[in-house]
Every structure is written in C-alpha cells, then in structure tokens.
C-alpha cells in the first residue's frame, strides 16, 4: 500500500502534503530521486522502500515535452528501463523533451532524435503519439491499459509476473491449450506450493522427507518432475531428455522458463502433461500405494487431454454458427453512410498502414483511402491512429450520420467509457 501513497506524492494527488513532504525530505529533486537522508523517519523510510517499485512502472507522458527532462526522467515505453541509455552530452544535461519535438508540435523532430539517440532509444520515441493539442505533461502507469496505477499491477510487477523475460513466461504459461486444472498445477508447482514433504516439514508435519519411490533424495518438487529416477526414465522416453539437466538452486519454474524459451507450443503443452502426470503418479503411489509404469502415466495425460480437446471442440460447435453470423457485415441504417477501417503494424521499417472504405446503407461502395503514416506503434496505437485518420478523411466530404466500425475493443472502449490517462489515449 505503501506504492500507492509514494504514487500519489508523483502524481501530487494532494499537494499541500506533497510540498509539506517535499519540504521535509526531498526539496531539491523529484520523489524518484530522493534519497534516504540523515534524519529518517519511519513513515519515510517505508515510502521510500516502495521507489524502485514504483520507477518500474511509472512513466511521464508527454503532451508539450516542457517539464521532462530527457536524461533524468523515465518517460520512454519501455518496462525494463524508461530512461534513455543514449550517452549525454554534457551541455545537454537539463535539457527538455520539447527540444526533439518539431516546431509544428504534431511530430517529432527525426533528425534530432537520429542525431541524440541510440537505436533503441530512437525506436522507443517514435512509438511515442504526441498530442494534437499541446497540454502539461503528466505522470502515467506503464502497466495497466489505461494508465492508472493499481496496487495489484505494481504487486505483479514485484512478483516477476508482468513484463520482460517473465512477464513473457506467465503469459505462455496462462496460454497453454490445457485443461484449467493442469495449468493450475503448474501455477502452483512454479510458485514452489506443492505439498511435497519438504514442504510438509516445513509446516511442521511429521514425515519422511525422502522421496517415496528412490528413497534416496529429499522430495521437493524439482526431484519428483525432473531428477527422480522414474522422472527421469519418463523424460527420456519421451525424448525430452533436457528437462532432466536440472543444476543445484534451480526450481520447477527455472526449468519451464529455460523450456519455453523456443516458440513450439506442442512440446510446451506435452511438458505440462507430463508434469500433472507424474505428479498424479506420485499421489496415486504415496497415498494408495498403485504403481503406475512410464507407459500407464502417457497414456493417461494424452487421455484426459482428448477428452477436454472433444469437449472444448464439442462446446464451440454450437457458438460457431451464431460467430459466423455476427462476424456478417450489416448495413448502416437508412441514409447513414459505414465506414470500415484497419490499420497494420509494420515497425521493421518504422511505418503503419491505415486503411478505411465507405459504404452507403444500400452496401454500395462509395469511397476509400490507404495510407502510410511514420512512427513505430503497437496494434492498439496503429488502431486508434487509424480511426483519427478515418476521422480527418471523412470530414472533408460528409460530416454526419457516420457509422465508424472497427475491430478493436481497446479503442471502442476508450471511445465510449472511461479514457484513462496512458499514451494510447492521447491519440
């Protein structure tokens, strides 16, 4: 909670505490660069134990790029790290970021940005949209869609389970194509909660903790999925023999992040069968005392899959019929005019793709436009600046009843409900 409050002092949520605070403990710099102090006092020091936290996240929006420094302040849309990593000139030192803007204030200035900046700094500012209208810039939260800090997004973040190489793994993860109850497994062998007697013993529950079938190592849950001797048989059968190499201190999810690093979904999904199936195995053998042979434990993970793929397959054939229909394209009511538009991401070469086409309510054609527009953005910022396009198209030949149909929920949800305070929403 203390995140929170420390978000609140950035954003100066309320500033007579703000100044007070600042005042007190850091009158000459900004929260993100405060520093313990000599004289400390609780309250500060737990506030102060949140700033790394609370940097991950936070990032400064630009809207006229006059209050940002360029080297001092975190406002690239980047999750590792939002400071810039171009070397800096020393003359260069306090300047702002409306100095890479151009004069007209719609664009950045891509000369100077070449000039200033690396290669990842460079492809990082042109996924930034700056504002048709110059306003203040602000602080936003890098981690939720709409730019508002949520102690359960900064919690994640802290946790390794939102961004970057994790982030990334929770994701592949939480994707698999697996029965809930599987992915739930490895969820909880993962976060290392599986009831193993290691894990007993240490609730204080008098048992053996030696594994029930080698009874030669301590039963944690990397020994029973990987390095037991029957787990071992069973990866190798398999033909998965790597999953076997599993180095001192490593746990159950140091072994599926080295795993899911490759992009085959099929061997993903067959690793988590495995998984749940050894340790069914090994509760069918500790509590009932039935043996189960490497054969008996694919056979039953491959079982339970089909199952849940005919079920699945089954469920979707009656939803099929009605998505075909909805997916139908409908015309606009009498005397309205439908534009449908797109746009495509193409950042190799630094450009998005916008395209819209009009249609009267007979479903005649009546017009259309394509168009490449500069700047690398991710597929929610390419829709919405493709809408802003479809916009500034329409206007100059029809300027009512205009139906504008697109296929991201982001930008209709943001159009119609709250808009938030991120990047996106600046287009």
């Not at 110059?134 to 949520?150: E, P």
């Not at 015309?331 to 793709?353: F, R, T």
């Amino acid at each position: 909670m203390f995140s929170k409050q420390a978000w609140r002092l950035i954003n100066k949520a309320n500033p007579l505490v703000t100044e007070i605070m600042k005042a007190m403990y850091y009158p000459s710099k900004e929260f993100l660069n405060a520093e313990l102090g000599m004289n400390p006092s609780y309250m500060w020091r737990s506030l102060l134990a949140s700033q790394e936290a609370v940097s991950q996240g936070c990032r400064r929006k630009i809207g006229d790029g006059r209050d940002t420094f360029i080297w001092h302040i975190p406002w690239l849309p980047c999750e590792v790290n939002g400071f810039m990593t171009s070397p800096m000139h020393p003359e260069l030192e306090n300047s702002t970021v409306n100095g890479l803007i151009s004069e007209d204030h719609n664009s950045w200035d891509l000369d100077i940005v070449h000039d200033l900046c690396n290669e990842r700094d460079n492809k990082l500012i042109q996924q930034i949209p700056l504002p048709a209208i110059s306003r203040m810039d602000s602080w936003y939260w890098l981690l939720d869609n709409k730019g508002k800090f949520t102690v359960r997004s900064c919690y994640r973040k802290i946790r390794g389970e939102s961004g970057g190489l994790e982030g990334g793994f929770w994701k592949k993860m939480w994707s698999l194509q697996l029965p809930g109850k599987i992915v739930n497994f490895l969820w909880r062998a993962c976060q290392n909660v599986l009831p193993t007697m290691a894990e007993l013993v240490k609730k204080q529950v008098d048992v053996n903790m030696l594994c029930g079938w080698c009874m030669l190592h301590v039963e944690e849950a990397v020994h029973t999925l990987f390095t037991c001797s029957f787990a071992r048989t069973l990866w190798t059968e398999e033909g998965l023999h790597e999953m076997t190499n599993v180095d001192a201190g490593m746990t159950v999810k140091d072994v599926l992040k080295r795993e899911f690093i490759d992009g085959n979904r099929e061997k993903w999904v067959k690793i988590g069968l495995l998984c749940w199936g050894l340790w069914t195995r090994r509760n069918m053998w500790i509590w009932e005392k039935k043996p189960m042979s490497v054969f008996g434990v694919r056979s039953m993970a491959m079982s339970l899959l089909q199952e849940w793929q005919q079920s699945q397959e089954n469920a979707g054939k009656g939803n099929k019929g009605m998505q075909q229909r909805n997916r139908k394209w409908c015309k606009p009511p009498e005397g309205w005019v439908k534009i449908n538009l797109d746009a495509a991401c193409q950042n190799q070469i630094g450009e998005i793709g916008v395209a819209c086409v009009a249609r009267d309510d007979r479903g005649e054609f009546l017009r259309a436009r394509s168009n490449r527009v500069h700047g690398s953005m991710q597929a929610r910022e390419a829709e919405a600046r493709s809408l802003k396009e479809a916009l500034l198209w329409t206007h100059t030949w029809r300027k009512q009843k205009c139906i504008f149909e697109l296929d991201s929920k982001l930008v209709v949800d943001a159009i119609h409900g709250d808009r938030g305070n991120s990047i996106f929403m600046l287009l």
